[in-house]
């Protein structure tokens, strides 16, 4: 038994033993140590820089198709599993609560996403929906589909998030009258805008807590 090799000590000694190329090793099988080595020196052994890479950043990295789907595929179950966790004390009371459950979906994508959640009058969400995708400095919003699916989702109140890649939290103009537009719709329909989030990769920037709606 080679102990060296990490599918023997992880059996021997579990996850806990392993280095992270180790454990990248394990993830695209066939004991390619060396090769997972130069990939996390590659990004300064920074496994939030790691989140960050595509599928093709990944295969210009020197992986093939197959290792990079693997470890793409294994870094979106864990975002999936913080964002299961956020959503399950997901009556919303704080800037903060909103941000833990937009955070593990936004704050590592390089581009721009535009979120919504759906609140009852008890201010639990009842459900949350991609609303639209764009490059690295916006995406495009449609006041009238959000409107329309809160009123689908007979929603009393809904938030709004969106992520900043830049990493800069300071509101746009752009941000600004989005955030008014989708107030006032809502003020006629009779369904409160709560607040807009700007995630960035490790803070946020809450519109209500600024004074802003």
């Not at 938030?159 to 600004?176: A, K, M, R, Y």
């Not at 719709?185 to 600024?210: C, M, R, T, V």
């Amino acid at each position: 038994m080679n102990l060296e090799l990490p599918t023997y000590r992880v059996n021997e000694l579990g996850f806990n033993a392993l280095s992270d190329s180790d454990t990248l090793s394990l993830i695209i099988g066939g004991n390619q140590l060396e090769k997972c080595k130069k990939l996390m020196e590659s990004i300064n052994y920074n496994l939030r820089e790691l989140s960050k890479l595509s599928i093709r950043d990944l295969k210009e990295l020197g992986l093939t198709t197959r290792e990079a789907q693997a470890i793409s595929a294994t870094l979106e179950i864990g975002r999936r599993k913080n964002l299961s966790e956020a959503l399950e004390r997901s009556q919303i009371k704080c800037s903060k609560d909103i941000a833990d459950i937009f955070q593990p979906i936004l704050g590592d994508t390089q581009h721009e996403e535009f979120w919504i959640l759906f609140l009852n009058r008890s201010n639990k969400v009842i459900g949350k929906q991609s609303l639209s995708k764009g490059g690295l400095s916006g995406t495009v919003t449609d006041v009238r589909l959000i409107m329309r699916n809160a009123i689908q989702m007979q929603a009393s109140g809904i938030i709004v998030s969106h992520n900043h890649p830049s990493g800069n939290l300071n509101p746009s103009e752009s941000d600004t009258a989005i955030t008014r537009k989708i107030k006032e719709a809502g003020q006629l329909l009779d369904i409160q805008l709560l607040d807009h989030i700007i995630i960035a990769e490790k803070e946020f920037y809450s519109f209500a807590d600024n004074g802003l709606i």
